[in-house]
């Protein structure tokens, strides 16, 4: 019976034993879940809630609020808000081509390669000999007749007021020209010569349209810049071109017309053209803008 008791004794004790380990383990298990239940209810409130109607996010009163826009200021009454300004564009200056002035033509100078035309060079219906436009060398049409004819008519009107005017050269051929200018040439060098007289073929007196005028009795002054200074020279100058003549080569215009001044040396236009060139001041040149 001793031994009974023993075994029962022992079996108890391991009841007691497995009983008190059954208690522990379920309160750790109890203990454990109530501490997870506390932990899922705090990561459940940090944690967005999630709505059906939009399927996003619900806004809660931790999550960030956008920012206010920036509130523009409202000018005072009185003052105008100044307009905003573009910055101008500054544009790079395009790069200009250098300009080459033109040279007057200096006609005093002959071209350095002129052949004589086939045909004289008429513009304007006017017949033209200076050192750029030359005459054919077989161009002799003699004395102009209407130019003989106004040049009595203005010898006439001039008499009446006491003036008596002589045409001591008008027509000349090429062959007396070049007889002229070899000899001017040879006295006086041919830079000289070209100033005052006309390389063969050049010459308006080969044309028969030149004249030069002088004055009876005062032949002293005759192809002589003096005689501008004269009564005849003076009355020349006023009224030439009444009668349709021109001084053909006046004071200043050397460059221009490629002689120098010729105070009795008047060339026949007609009265339209001459009384045109006269009230404007020009030369010939000018007058046909060549």
Do not use: C
């Not at 040279?103 to 045909?119: C, G, M």
């Not at 200076?130 to 054919?136: A, H, I, S």
């Not at 007021?161 to 050269?169: D, H, K, P, R, T």
């Amino acid at each position: 019976m001793a031994t009974r008791y023993k075994k029962n004794k022992r079996k108890n004790v391991s009841v007691y034993i497995w009983s008190i380990l059954i208690i522990l383990l379920t309160a750790g298990a109890a203990g454990a879940g109530a501490w997870l239940g506390v932990y899922a209810a705090q990561q459940s409130a940090s944690q967005p809630e999630v709505t059906e109607e939009t399927g996003g996010i619900a806004v809660t009163e931790e999550t960030e609020q956008p920012e206010e826009e920036e509130k523009q200021p409202v000018p005072e009454e009185g003052t105008e808000e100044a307009p905003e300004t573009e910055d101008p564009l500054i544009e790079e200056p395009a790069e200009e081509e250098p300009v080459t002035e033109e040279l007057p033509v200096d006609r005093t100078i002959y071209p350095e390669e002129i052949e004589p035309p086939a045909e004289p060079t008429i513009i304007q219906g006017v017949l033209l000999a200076n050192k750029q436009y030359p005459l054919p060398e077989d161009y002799a049409p003699g004395e102009n007749a209407e130019a003989r004819a106004a040049f009595e008519q203005m010898a006439a009107a001039a008499e009446q007021e006491g003036i008596e005017l002589v045409a001591f050269s008008t027509y000349r051929s090429f062959a007396r020209q070049k007889e002229l200018y070899e000899g001017y040439a040879a006295r006086d060098g041919a830079a000289a010569a070209d100033r005052y007289s006309a390389r063969p073929g050049h010459s308006e007196h080969q044309t028969g349209l030149a004249f030069d005028i002088g004055e009876e009795g005062q032949e002293e002054n005759w192809a002589s810049s003096s005689f501008g200074e004269t009564a005849g020279g003076e009355w020349l100058a006023d009224n030439a071109h009444k009668f349709g003549f021109i001084l053909r080569y006046p004071e200043g215009k050397e460059k221009i017309t490629g002689y120098m001044y010729e105070s009795w040396h008047f060339r026949y236009v007609g009265e339209e053209i001459a009384t045109a060139i006269h009230e404007q001041g020009l030369t010939l040149e000018e007058y046909l803008d060549i």
